[in-house]
């Protein structure tokens, strides 16, 4: 089993949509990255979390430490938002320990 | 202030031959990660250097693969003999440490 849980592993939407993508983590961590990779890309990190919310355009990623849970919310979806989204753990090691992945596809 | 800087962006190597992968961190970062992404599968970690210091290498793999940070110049990570299961992109990623996470555009290797 991952140390860390992405749902749902591909998600199709129209452009328009409010996406909601799911990570889920098994110990207590430092702080979870939401990371952004284009389909031969290089990576971003979208955010850096390690309590609450934060916004940044039409993205929100919101942790909850307590239930070991963070979201990734996409809202007004556009095509260019097709990508592959990576949740990342960060112990107190500094390491990164990466979900899966949720392969997002927005049609027009 | 430049990013990540990885090259080469693409490297195809034969079955035997050594591949070089550089990494410069971003200005003043001290901290340096190296990541594998297999064909359809995620990352995983690989190594974690300071200037000159091996910190965790525990996702190295035991035979061929080692990484290094000298005082001066770039990261590099070195697969010698290469063979066709290495064929992945690597990812460079660096940081001030707590848990930042700059990443480079990757180098994709193909051993043909």
């Known amino acids: 089993k991952n140390e860390v849980e992405q749902s749902p592993q591909n998600l199709t939407a129209q452009e328009g949509e409010f996406i909601t993508i799911n990570c889920s983590y098994s110990?207590?961590?430092?702080?979870l990255h939401w990371l952004q990779q284009h389909p031969g890309g290089g990576i971003v990190s979208l955010f850096m979390?390690?309590?609450g919310k934060k916004k940044h355009g039409r993205l929100i990623a919101t942790i909850n430490i307590q239930e070991k849970h963070s979201s990734l919310h996409i809202t007004a979806s556009h095509p260019r938002d097709s990508a592959v989204y990576i949740c990342?753990?960060?112990?107190?090691?500094?390491?990164?320990?990466f979900g899966t992945g949720t392969r997002l596809q927005v049609f027009p | 202030n430049a990013g990540v800087m990885q090259n080469p962006r693409h490297l195809v190597r034969r079955r035997g031959q050594e591949a070089r992968l550089r990494c410069s961190p971003m200005?003043?970062?001290?901290?340096v990660y190296w990541y594998r992404q297999l064909p359809e599968e995620g990352l995983k970690f690989m190594v974690y250097l300071q200037k000159e210091n091996i910190i965790d290498e525990s996702g190295m793999p035991k035979e061929r693969f080692s990484a290094e940070f000298p005082k001066e110049g770039p990261s590099i990570l070195r697969i010698q003999q290469v063979v066709r299961g290495d064929s992945a992109a690597y990812f460079c990623a660096s940081s001030l440490g707590r848990c930042e996470a700059f990443f480079g555009q990757g180098t994709r290797l193909t051993v043909v």
């Open positions: 990342a753990v960060c112990y107190n090691t500094d390491k990164l320990i």
């Open positions: 200005k003043g970062h001290s901290h």
């Open positions: 110990v207590g961590i430092s702080a």
């Open positions: 979390l390690s309590s």
